[in-house]
Nanobody
């Protein structure tokens, strides 16, 4: 069982940056494939980025490629999402998710564990 807690959301102007963190419980964090998803009002939850247990491989949605960076620190049981050049369309609740495995999971139904979400609002 893994518990995930996100932090770092907030209000930022367009062009600004935020770094989200997701702290995980448990002693086997490095075995978990981790992802970030987001859900805007009135829209379905969508994939943002994901990372393998070792941190050696990362995957991004086309909409955030080149602006967002996913990383993890297994010693701290934490995964991060650095968001730069933010746009109003990035406004959403951002969720951290995890599952065991090493494949490049990009669909929300592929994940077993979810955090409660953190709000990111980008003003124009």
């Amino acid at each position: 069982q893994v518990q995930l807690v996100e932090s770092g959301g907030g209000l930022v102007q367009a062009g600004g940056s935020l770094r989200l963190s997701c702290a995980a419980s448990g002693r086997t964090f490095s075995r978990y494939f981790m992802g970030w998803f987001r859900q805007a009002p009135g829209k379905e939850r969508e994939f943002v980025a994901s990372i393998t247990g070792s941190g050696g491989d990362t995957y991004y949605a086309d909409s955030v490629k080149g602006r967002f960076t996913i990383a993890r620190d297994n010693a701290k049981n934490t995964v991060y999402l650095q968001m730069n050049s933010l746009k109003p369309e990035d406004t959403a609740i951002y969720y951290c998710a995890g599952r065991q495995g090493s494949y490049g999971y990009t669909r929300d139904f592929q994940y077993n564990y979810w955090g409660q979400g953190t709000q990111v609002t980008v003003s124009s």
